[in-house]
């Protein structure tokens, strides 16, 4: 496999790179000034049709113009007016007068390519007809309001645009000569005509006088525009003659009446002329709304066209159409690629033969090297190779025998280097095993330390513990057993509204009882393992009489199985405890939302496992003050264990106290706290096989999870 990061390659990329930028840049400039320079040169051109174009149209209003001149000069048509009045007439002489003035006419339009010629009374208010003169009412137009305005105007022409009521008082003009069909034209602006019945007209007017100089009649020619194919095709010819366009261009004419095109030479793909069709969007908005002349590319009615379009204006001065010459892009598009094709060829061939030309001559420089290079891969392998005597006689020739050299000494120098790095790696590793033999010592030492030190901390915290605890359920003890004595008077003093009572006395036996069970729980807490297991053959010490027991009424109860194995209904648990603590909740907008989903038993002391709760319950209390919820979740942890948690909303506790929250004495936040019952809970819940955990963020609150052995 070739490797491309070589000298080689780095060299000739070198040479043929800039070679290959500059062939590229040659090209790309060749490309832009040749694009640039020859869509100038097209565009010089379309616009010089267009000013063809527009003489073209501008003397054909002149000849029409002065063809009535002529006519209104000749004699013939003076000396058939003479024998006629403005009145009618029906002598004999008056016919033949009018059938001379009605053929002089019709000759006329015939020759000039008239759509209609018209002799006019001099107030506009006859027409000469075949019988004579007529009654006529002239349309209102700006050249007719001009021409009667003034003796003086003797000869008028322009661009008209005449309604179909008008017109059709023309018995020469068709309906199908006028009307066009609107076509749907791509990048038109949308609209919703369907036909265009308006008629653009080159109309000419010439005042005819007699002998006295007495204006005696107007001549009134009209030239229609509408599907008036020889006119632009006469343009055409006039504008796109033999040799002016490349071979396959196609040169057009195109007269628009607004945005359609009423006569043209541009045809559809069916091969009919695009009669009806409309300009684009872009196109309209320049010429016709801003007046402007536009020479650019345009796309006309299914291609590109280099085109050109300026606004005809009407005798009023509006701008009513558009005049448009133009041709085909594509002939000229494939000519410019054919060349541009050639000059690349070249270019790249240019190119080509450089290339080759330096990689030939590079040739010599590159093997030598590449010999040098392979001695020194193989030397950094390892492996024993010299390049030898080059042929060449070169400055590298002397380079490689001083590297044969270099390689020699090297050699020599490895070997020495070699022997002394076995002597010391064999000094290094025999101090290596001394020191990890003795950081094992020093690190079963500390290890030994730290389980020392936890084991006399936690001595000393049960020592204190045990001391207070001792103190504390003495002196409980003794008043629960006056609370138990006197109690059991008043039971026997209300005789026989004992049973009205029965609840609220069962509940002080019961919570007096919970109080000693409370009482003794921090005994067993305090005690050592070793205590424990002496005093399960004793029986507990107690202050309380003999004679007083404690009533079993109510049915809340732990229950202890005919297995013999002590069980708590979780649900019931929970509701107590928090029917208990209903006097911690006054006074606090806090909510309690209970989650029960365990089926199962836990197989703990009820009272036990209620004093747990009591205390995580209450913590959470405190914890949130007074806005914010407790959630109590149950769920069962397979089959042999629940899992009880309390989630509260509350500040939380810092990430520095998490480790401590279950050490005895240890509070935080708590004015009134002795820091014992999270201590307690710990010790009562793994007394009984089970774990708890906290996890906690600030701000946010605290979860305890409590799992229980479970039936």
């Known amino acids: 496999m070739k490797n491309f990061s070589s000298l080689r390659y780095r060299l000739l990329a070198l040479v043929l790179i800039p070679l290959i930028l500059l062939s590229g840049t040659v090209m790309l400039l060749a490309y832009q000034w040749s694009s640039d320079y020859t869509y100038q040169q097209l565009f010089t051109k379309v616009n010089t049709d267009l000013r063809v174009a527009s003489d073209a149209f501008t003397q054909i209003q002149d000849k029409a113009r002065q063809q009535l001149l002529a006519l209104a000069n000749s004699s013939q048509l003076r000396l058939a007016l003479e024998n006629n009045s403005e009145a009618e007439t029906h002598d004999a002489q008056a016919n033949t007068s009018f059938k001379v003035i009605n053929d002089l006419l019709s000759q006329q339009a015939n020759e000039a390519g008239f759509n209609y010629l018209n002799l006019l009374s001099s107030n506009g208010a006859h027409k000469m ?127 628009f009446f607004e945005d359609i095109r009423i006569t043209t030479n541009v045809m559809l793909e069916d091969g009919s002329r695009a009669l009806g069709t409309r300009v684009s969007s872009e196109v309209r908005d320049a010429v016709l709304e801003r007046g402007e002349t536009w020479v650019d590319r345009a796309f006309v ?115 020495r280097i070699e022997r002394d790095a076995q002597e010391l790696e064999h000094k290094v590793q025999q101090r290596t095993e001394e020191i990890e033999l003795q950081n094992q010592h020093l690190q079963d030492s500390i290890n030994l330390l730290q389980q020392t030190r936890q084991r006399l901390a936690s001595a000393e915290k049960l020592a204190a513990l045990g001391e207070f605890t001792a103190g504390v359920a003495h002196e409980i003890n003794n008043p629960t057993a006056v609370i138990l004595g006197n109690m059991q008077v008043v039971v026997a003093d209300l005789g026989d509204r004992a049973p009205e009572l029965a609840t609220e006395t069962d509940l002080i036996f019961e919570q007096v009882y919970r109080i000693r069970a409370i009482v003794e729980s921090l005994l067993q807490y305090s005690r050592s393992a070793q205590q424990q297991h002496d005093m399960q053959s004793v029986p507990p010490a107690t202050d309380l009489p003999l004679e007083i027991t404690r009533p079993s009424t109510r049915s809340d109860e732990g229950r202890v199985e005919s297995t013999g194995v002590l069980q708590t209904d979780i649900e019931e648990l929970v509701n ?79 990430s520095m106290h998490l480790d401590r929250v279950f050490d005895p004495f240890f509070t935080v936040g708590k004015a009134l706290g002795t820091g014992l019952g999270l201590s307690v809970s710990y010790s009562i819940v793994r007394r009984n096989g089970g774990d708890i955990a906290v996890t906690s963020e600030l701000l946010k609150g605290s979860i305890f999870t409590v799992t229980l052995p479970a039936r």
């Open 301 to 415: 009615v299914n291609d590109w066209y280099i085109s050109a379009y300026e606004p005809i204006v009407d005798v009023s001065g509006e701008r009513v159409g558009m005049l448009y010459t133009g041709f085909l892009e594509k002939p000229f598009r494939e000519q410019f690629f054919k060349a541009i094709a050639v000059l690349s060829a070249l270019v790249v061939s240019g190119s080509v033969a450089a290339a080759g030309a330096a990689v030939l001559g590079a040739r010599s420089i590159f093997s030598p090297i590449e010999n040098i290079s392979a001695v020194v891969r193989a030397t950094a392998r390892g492996d024993y190779k010299r390049i030898g005597p080059l042929s060449t006689g070169t400055e590298i020739g002397e380079l490689a025998f001083q590297f044969d050299a270099m390689l020699d000494n090297l050699e020599q120098h490895r070997q």
């Open 129 to 255: 007809g075949v019988n004579g003169w007529q009654g006529h009412q002239s349309p209102t137009s700006p050249l007719s309001s001009k021409i009667l305005a003034s003796n003086t105007q003797t000869s008028l022409s322009g661009i008209e645009i005449v309604d179909m009521q008008v017109w059709q008082q023309q018995t020469e003009l068709q309906v199908l000569d006028i009307e066009i069909p609107v076509l749907y034209t791509e990048r038109a602006e949308p609209t919703l005509r369907t036909t265009e019945s308006r008629a653009m007209m080159i109309r000419a007017l010439q005042s005819v006088y007699d002998r006295s100089g007495r204006r005696v009649a107007i001549l009134e020619a009209g030239l229609l525009l509408n599907n008036n194919v020889e006119f632009v095709d006469r343009i055409r010819e006039l504008v796109y003659g033999p040799g002016s366009l490349t071979s396959g261009g196609r040169g057009t004419v195109t007269v």
């Open 576 to 654: 107590d405890t928090i029917t208990m603590l209903a006097h911690e909740f006054k006074g606090r907008q806090i909510t309690v939302h209970i989650d029960n989903q365990s089926d199962l038993s836990a197989t703990i002391d009820r009272q036990e496992c209620q004093q747990v709760l009591i205390n995580l319950i209450s913590n959470a209390i405190h914890a949130i003050e007074q806005d914010g919820k407790i959630t109590i979740v149950a769920r069962n942890l397979g089959t042999q264990s629940i899992t009880l948690q309390v989630m509260d909303t509350g500040r939380g506790i810092e």
